[in-house]
């Protein structure tokens, strides 16, 4: 029998001692390693998931300061540069725990402005900062893109009426505000003579649905400014044919239950005038045909008549026209679900000279409506029921309309407004993250 010394014994013990503790050793550095390393990847997480709120907070501050100082884009801190070419307007904005967003706008005045905002948050372990970028494109839709907007046939049978555009946000109708080129006709209808314009002129683009066709007789003209002055019929490259708008069902406004019913009259002298405040209001209907029972708007109000609208006007060759008035400062926004309401001439007078101060709706059942007289109505229309709305009279129509069908038979005139909906809210067009 072979005796194992016992220091050797001894060593061998402690050198698989010292293996199993290096092994034991190296898996214990290597689990720490790891634990270390999903603790710097779940805290890196952490931070870039953190990362896009604060993007996203960017973006409310950008929004909210394109929608309340449309007119003002370096108001609130906004900083004014240029890149590229094009106007930049900036701003930081930090946080109590130390992640701060950085936002641009390009173009903050225009219709299309874009938004650039990169959230920042602290790195783990004090290593600078995670930063996450996203580009946002955006568009102020316009209600009215088009002086008439219909669903079926737009005819004009006066000689000497003209359809053009000026800008309200400029000043009013003048000779140095008039005769723009937008003021464009566009309907849905697909047929032959889907718009038929015989005499007068129009300062703009004729649109009509696929296949429809637009026509013009007599001698009158559709083009620009030199076109108009010096030729005939359709200017080249001033028709088409890609019309296809959906025009919504106008309802009730919400909450119509619960306004309150028109104002009693205010008698003053022989007068029994009814004053409509700011505020809500609903009834059945409203008739002025007389000049001492008129209407007069003195603040914001809304307006729901569940049945029909008449209104004398001041050309009616009667002793005791009817009116509506809307004071300077003041607004009218008139929801109609008659089937066939009547405008008279300067029946309805808006004395602010804006269009977007009056706004008309007609609901459904709103399936006619008729505008008269040689006065002037300063408003805009929203009937897509109304088969036709019927102009009659030598007047002139400030604003814009969105119709069934549109009939004018008389010399009016229209001037579409440039400047409806400036100012309106922002759409969001496109979402990216850079």
């Known amino acids: 029998m072979k005796f194992i010394p016992k220091k050797r014994k001894q060593g061998s013990v402690l050198v698989v001692t010292m293996v199993t503790g290096g092994v034991m050793a190296t898996v214990l550095a290597s689990y720490l390693v790891l634990l270390s390393t999903r603790y710097n990847l779940t805290a890196r997480s952490m931070a870039w998931n953190a990362a896009m709120p604060v993007s996203e907070s960017g973006l409310e501050e950008a929004l909210t300061h394109l929608q309340y100082d449309t007119n003002s884009p370096g108001a609130n801190g906004w900083d004014p540069g240029a890149y590229g070419g094009q106007p930049v307007n900036t701003k930081t904005r930090h946080f109590a725990d130390g992640s701060y967003a950085f936002i641009s706008i390009a173009n903050a005045a225009s219709d299309n402005p874009t938004i650039y905002s990169s959230g920042f948050v602290p790195a783990p372990f004090g290593h600078g900062y995670i930063s996450r970028m996203v580009r946002v494109t955006t568009t102020r839709p316009k209600a009215f893109v088009a002086a008439i907007a219909a669903n079926g046939q737009v005819t004009m049978s006066g000689k000497a009426g003209i359809v053009d555009s000026y800008n309200s946000c400029l000043g009013a109708y003048s000779t140095t505000n008039s005769l723009g080129t937008n003021g464009s006709i566009a309907t849905n209808y697909k047929a032959a003579s889907a718009i038929k314009v015989s005499g007068g002129y129009i300062y703009g683009m004729v649109t009509t649905g696929a296949g429809g066709t637009?026509?013009?007789?007599g001698t009158g003209s559709i083009g620009d400014k030199v076109w108009n002055a010096t030729q005939t019929g359709i200017q080249s490259g001033w028709s088409d044919d890609d019309m296809n708008v959906a025009f919504p069902t106008n309802g009730p406004p919400l909450g119509f239950e619960t306004?309150?019913?028109?104002?009693?009259?205010?008698i003053i002298g022989v007068s029994n005038i009814t004053y409509l405040p700011t505020g809500?209001?609903?009834?059945?209907?409203?008739?002025?045909?007389?000049?001492?029972?008129?209407?007069?708007v003195t603040g914001n109000a809304i307006l729901y008549l569940s049945g029909n609208l008449?209104?004398?006007?001041?050309?009616t060759g009667t002793h005791h026209p009817g009116y509506i008035e809307i004071r300077p400062g003041a607004s009218l926004t008139l929801y109609v679900g008659g089937s066939d309401p009547?405008?008279?001439?300067?029946?309805?007078?808006?004395?602010t000279l804006q269009p977007a101060n009056f706004t008309y709706y007609g609901l459904n059942t709103n399936t006619k409506l008729s505008i008269s007289g040689s006065g002037t109505f300063i408003g805009t229309i929203n009937a897509p029921q109304a088969n036709p709305l019927a102009i009659s009279g030598n007047g002139g129509i400030f604003g814009a309309a969105i119709v069934g069908t549109y009939a004018n038979s008389g010399n009016a005139s229209f001037h579409y407004d440039e400047c409806l909906g400036a100012g309106s809210f922002l759409t969001i067009t496109s979402w990216r993250e850079l």
């Open 310 to 315: 008449k209104v004398s006007g001041l050309e």
């Open 259 to 266: 306004y309150f019913p028109i104002p009693p009259p205010t």
């Open 214 to 217: 637009a026509i013009m007789s």
């Open 342 to 351: 009547s405008i008279g001439g300067d029946g309805v007078i808006n004395r």
């Open 280 to 296: 809500n209001y609903s009834g059945t209907s409203l008739t002025s045909d007389d000049s001492t029972k008129p209407m007069i």
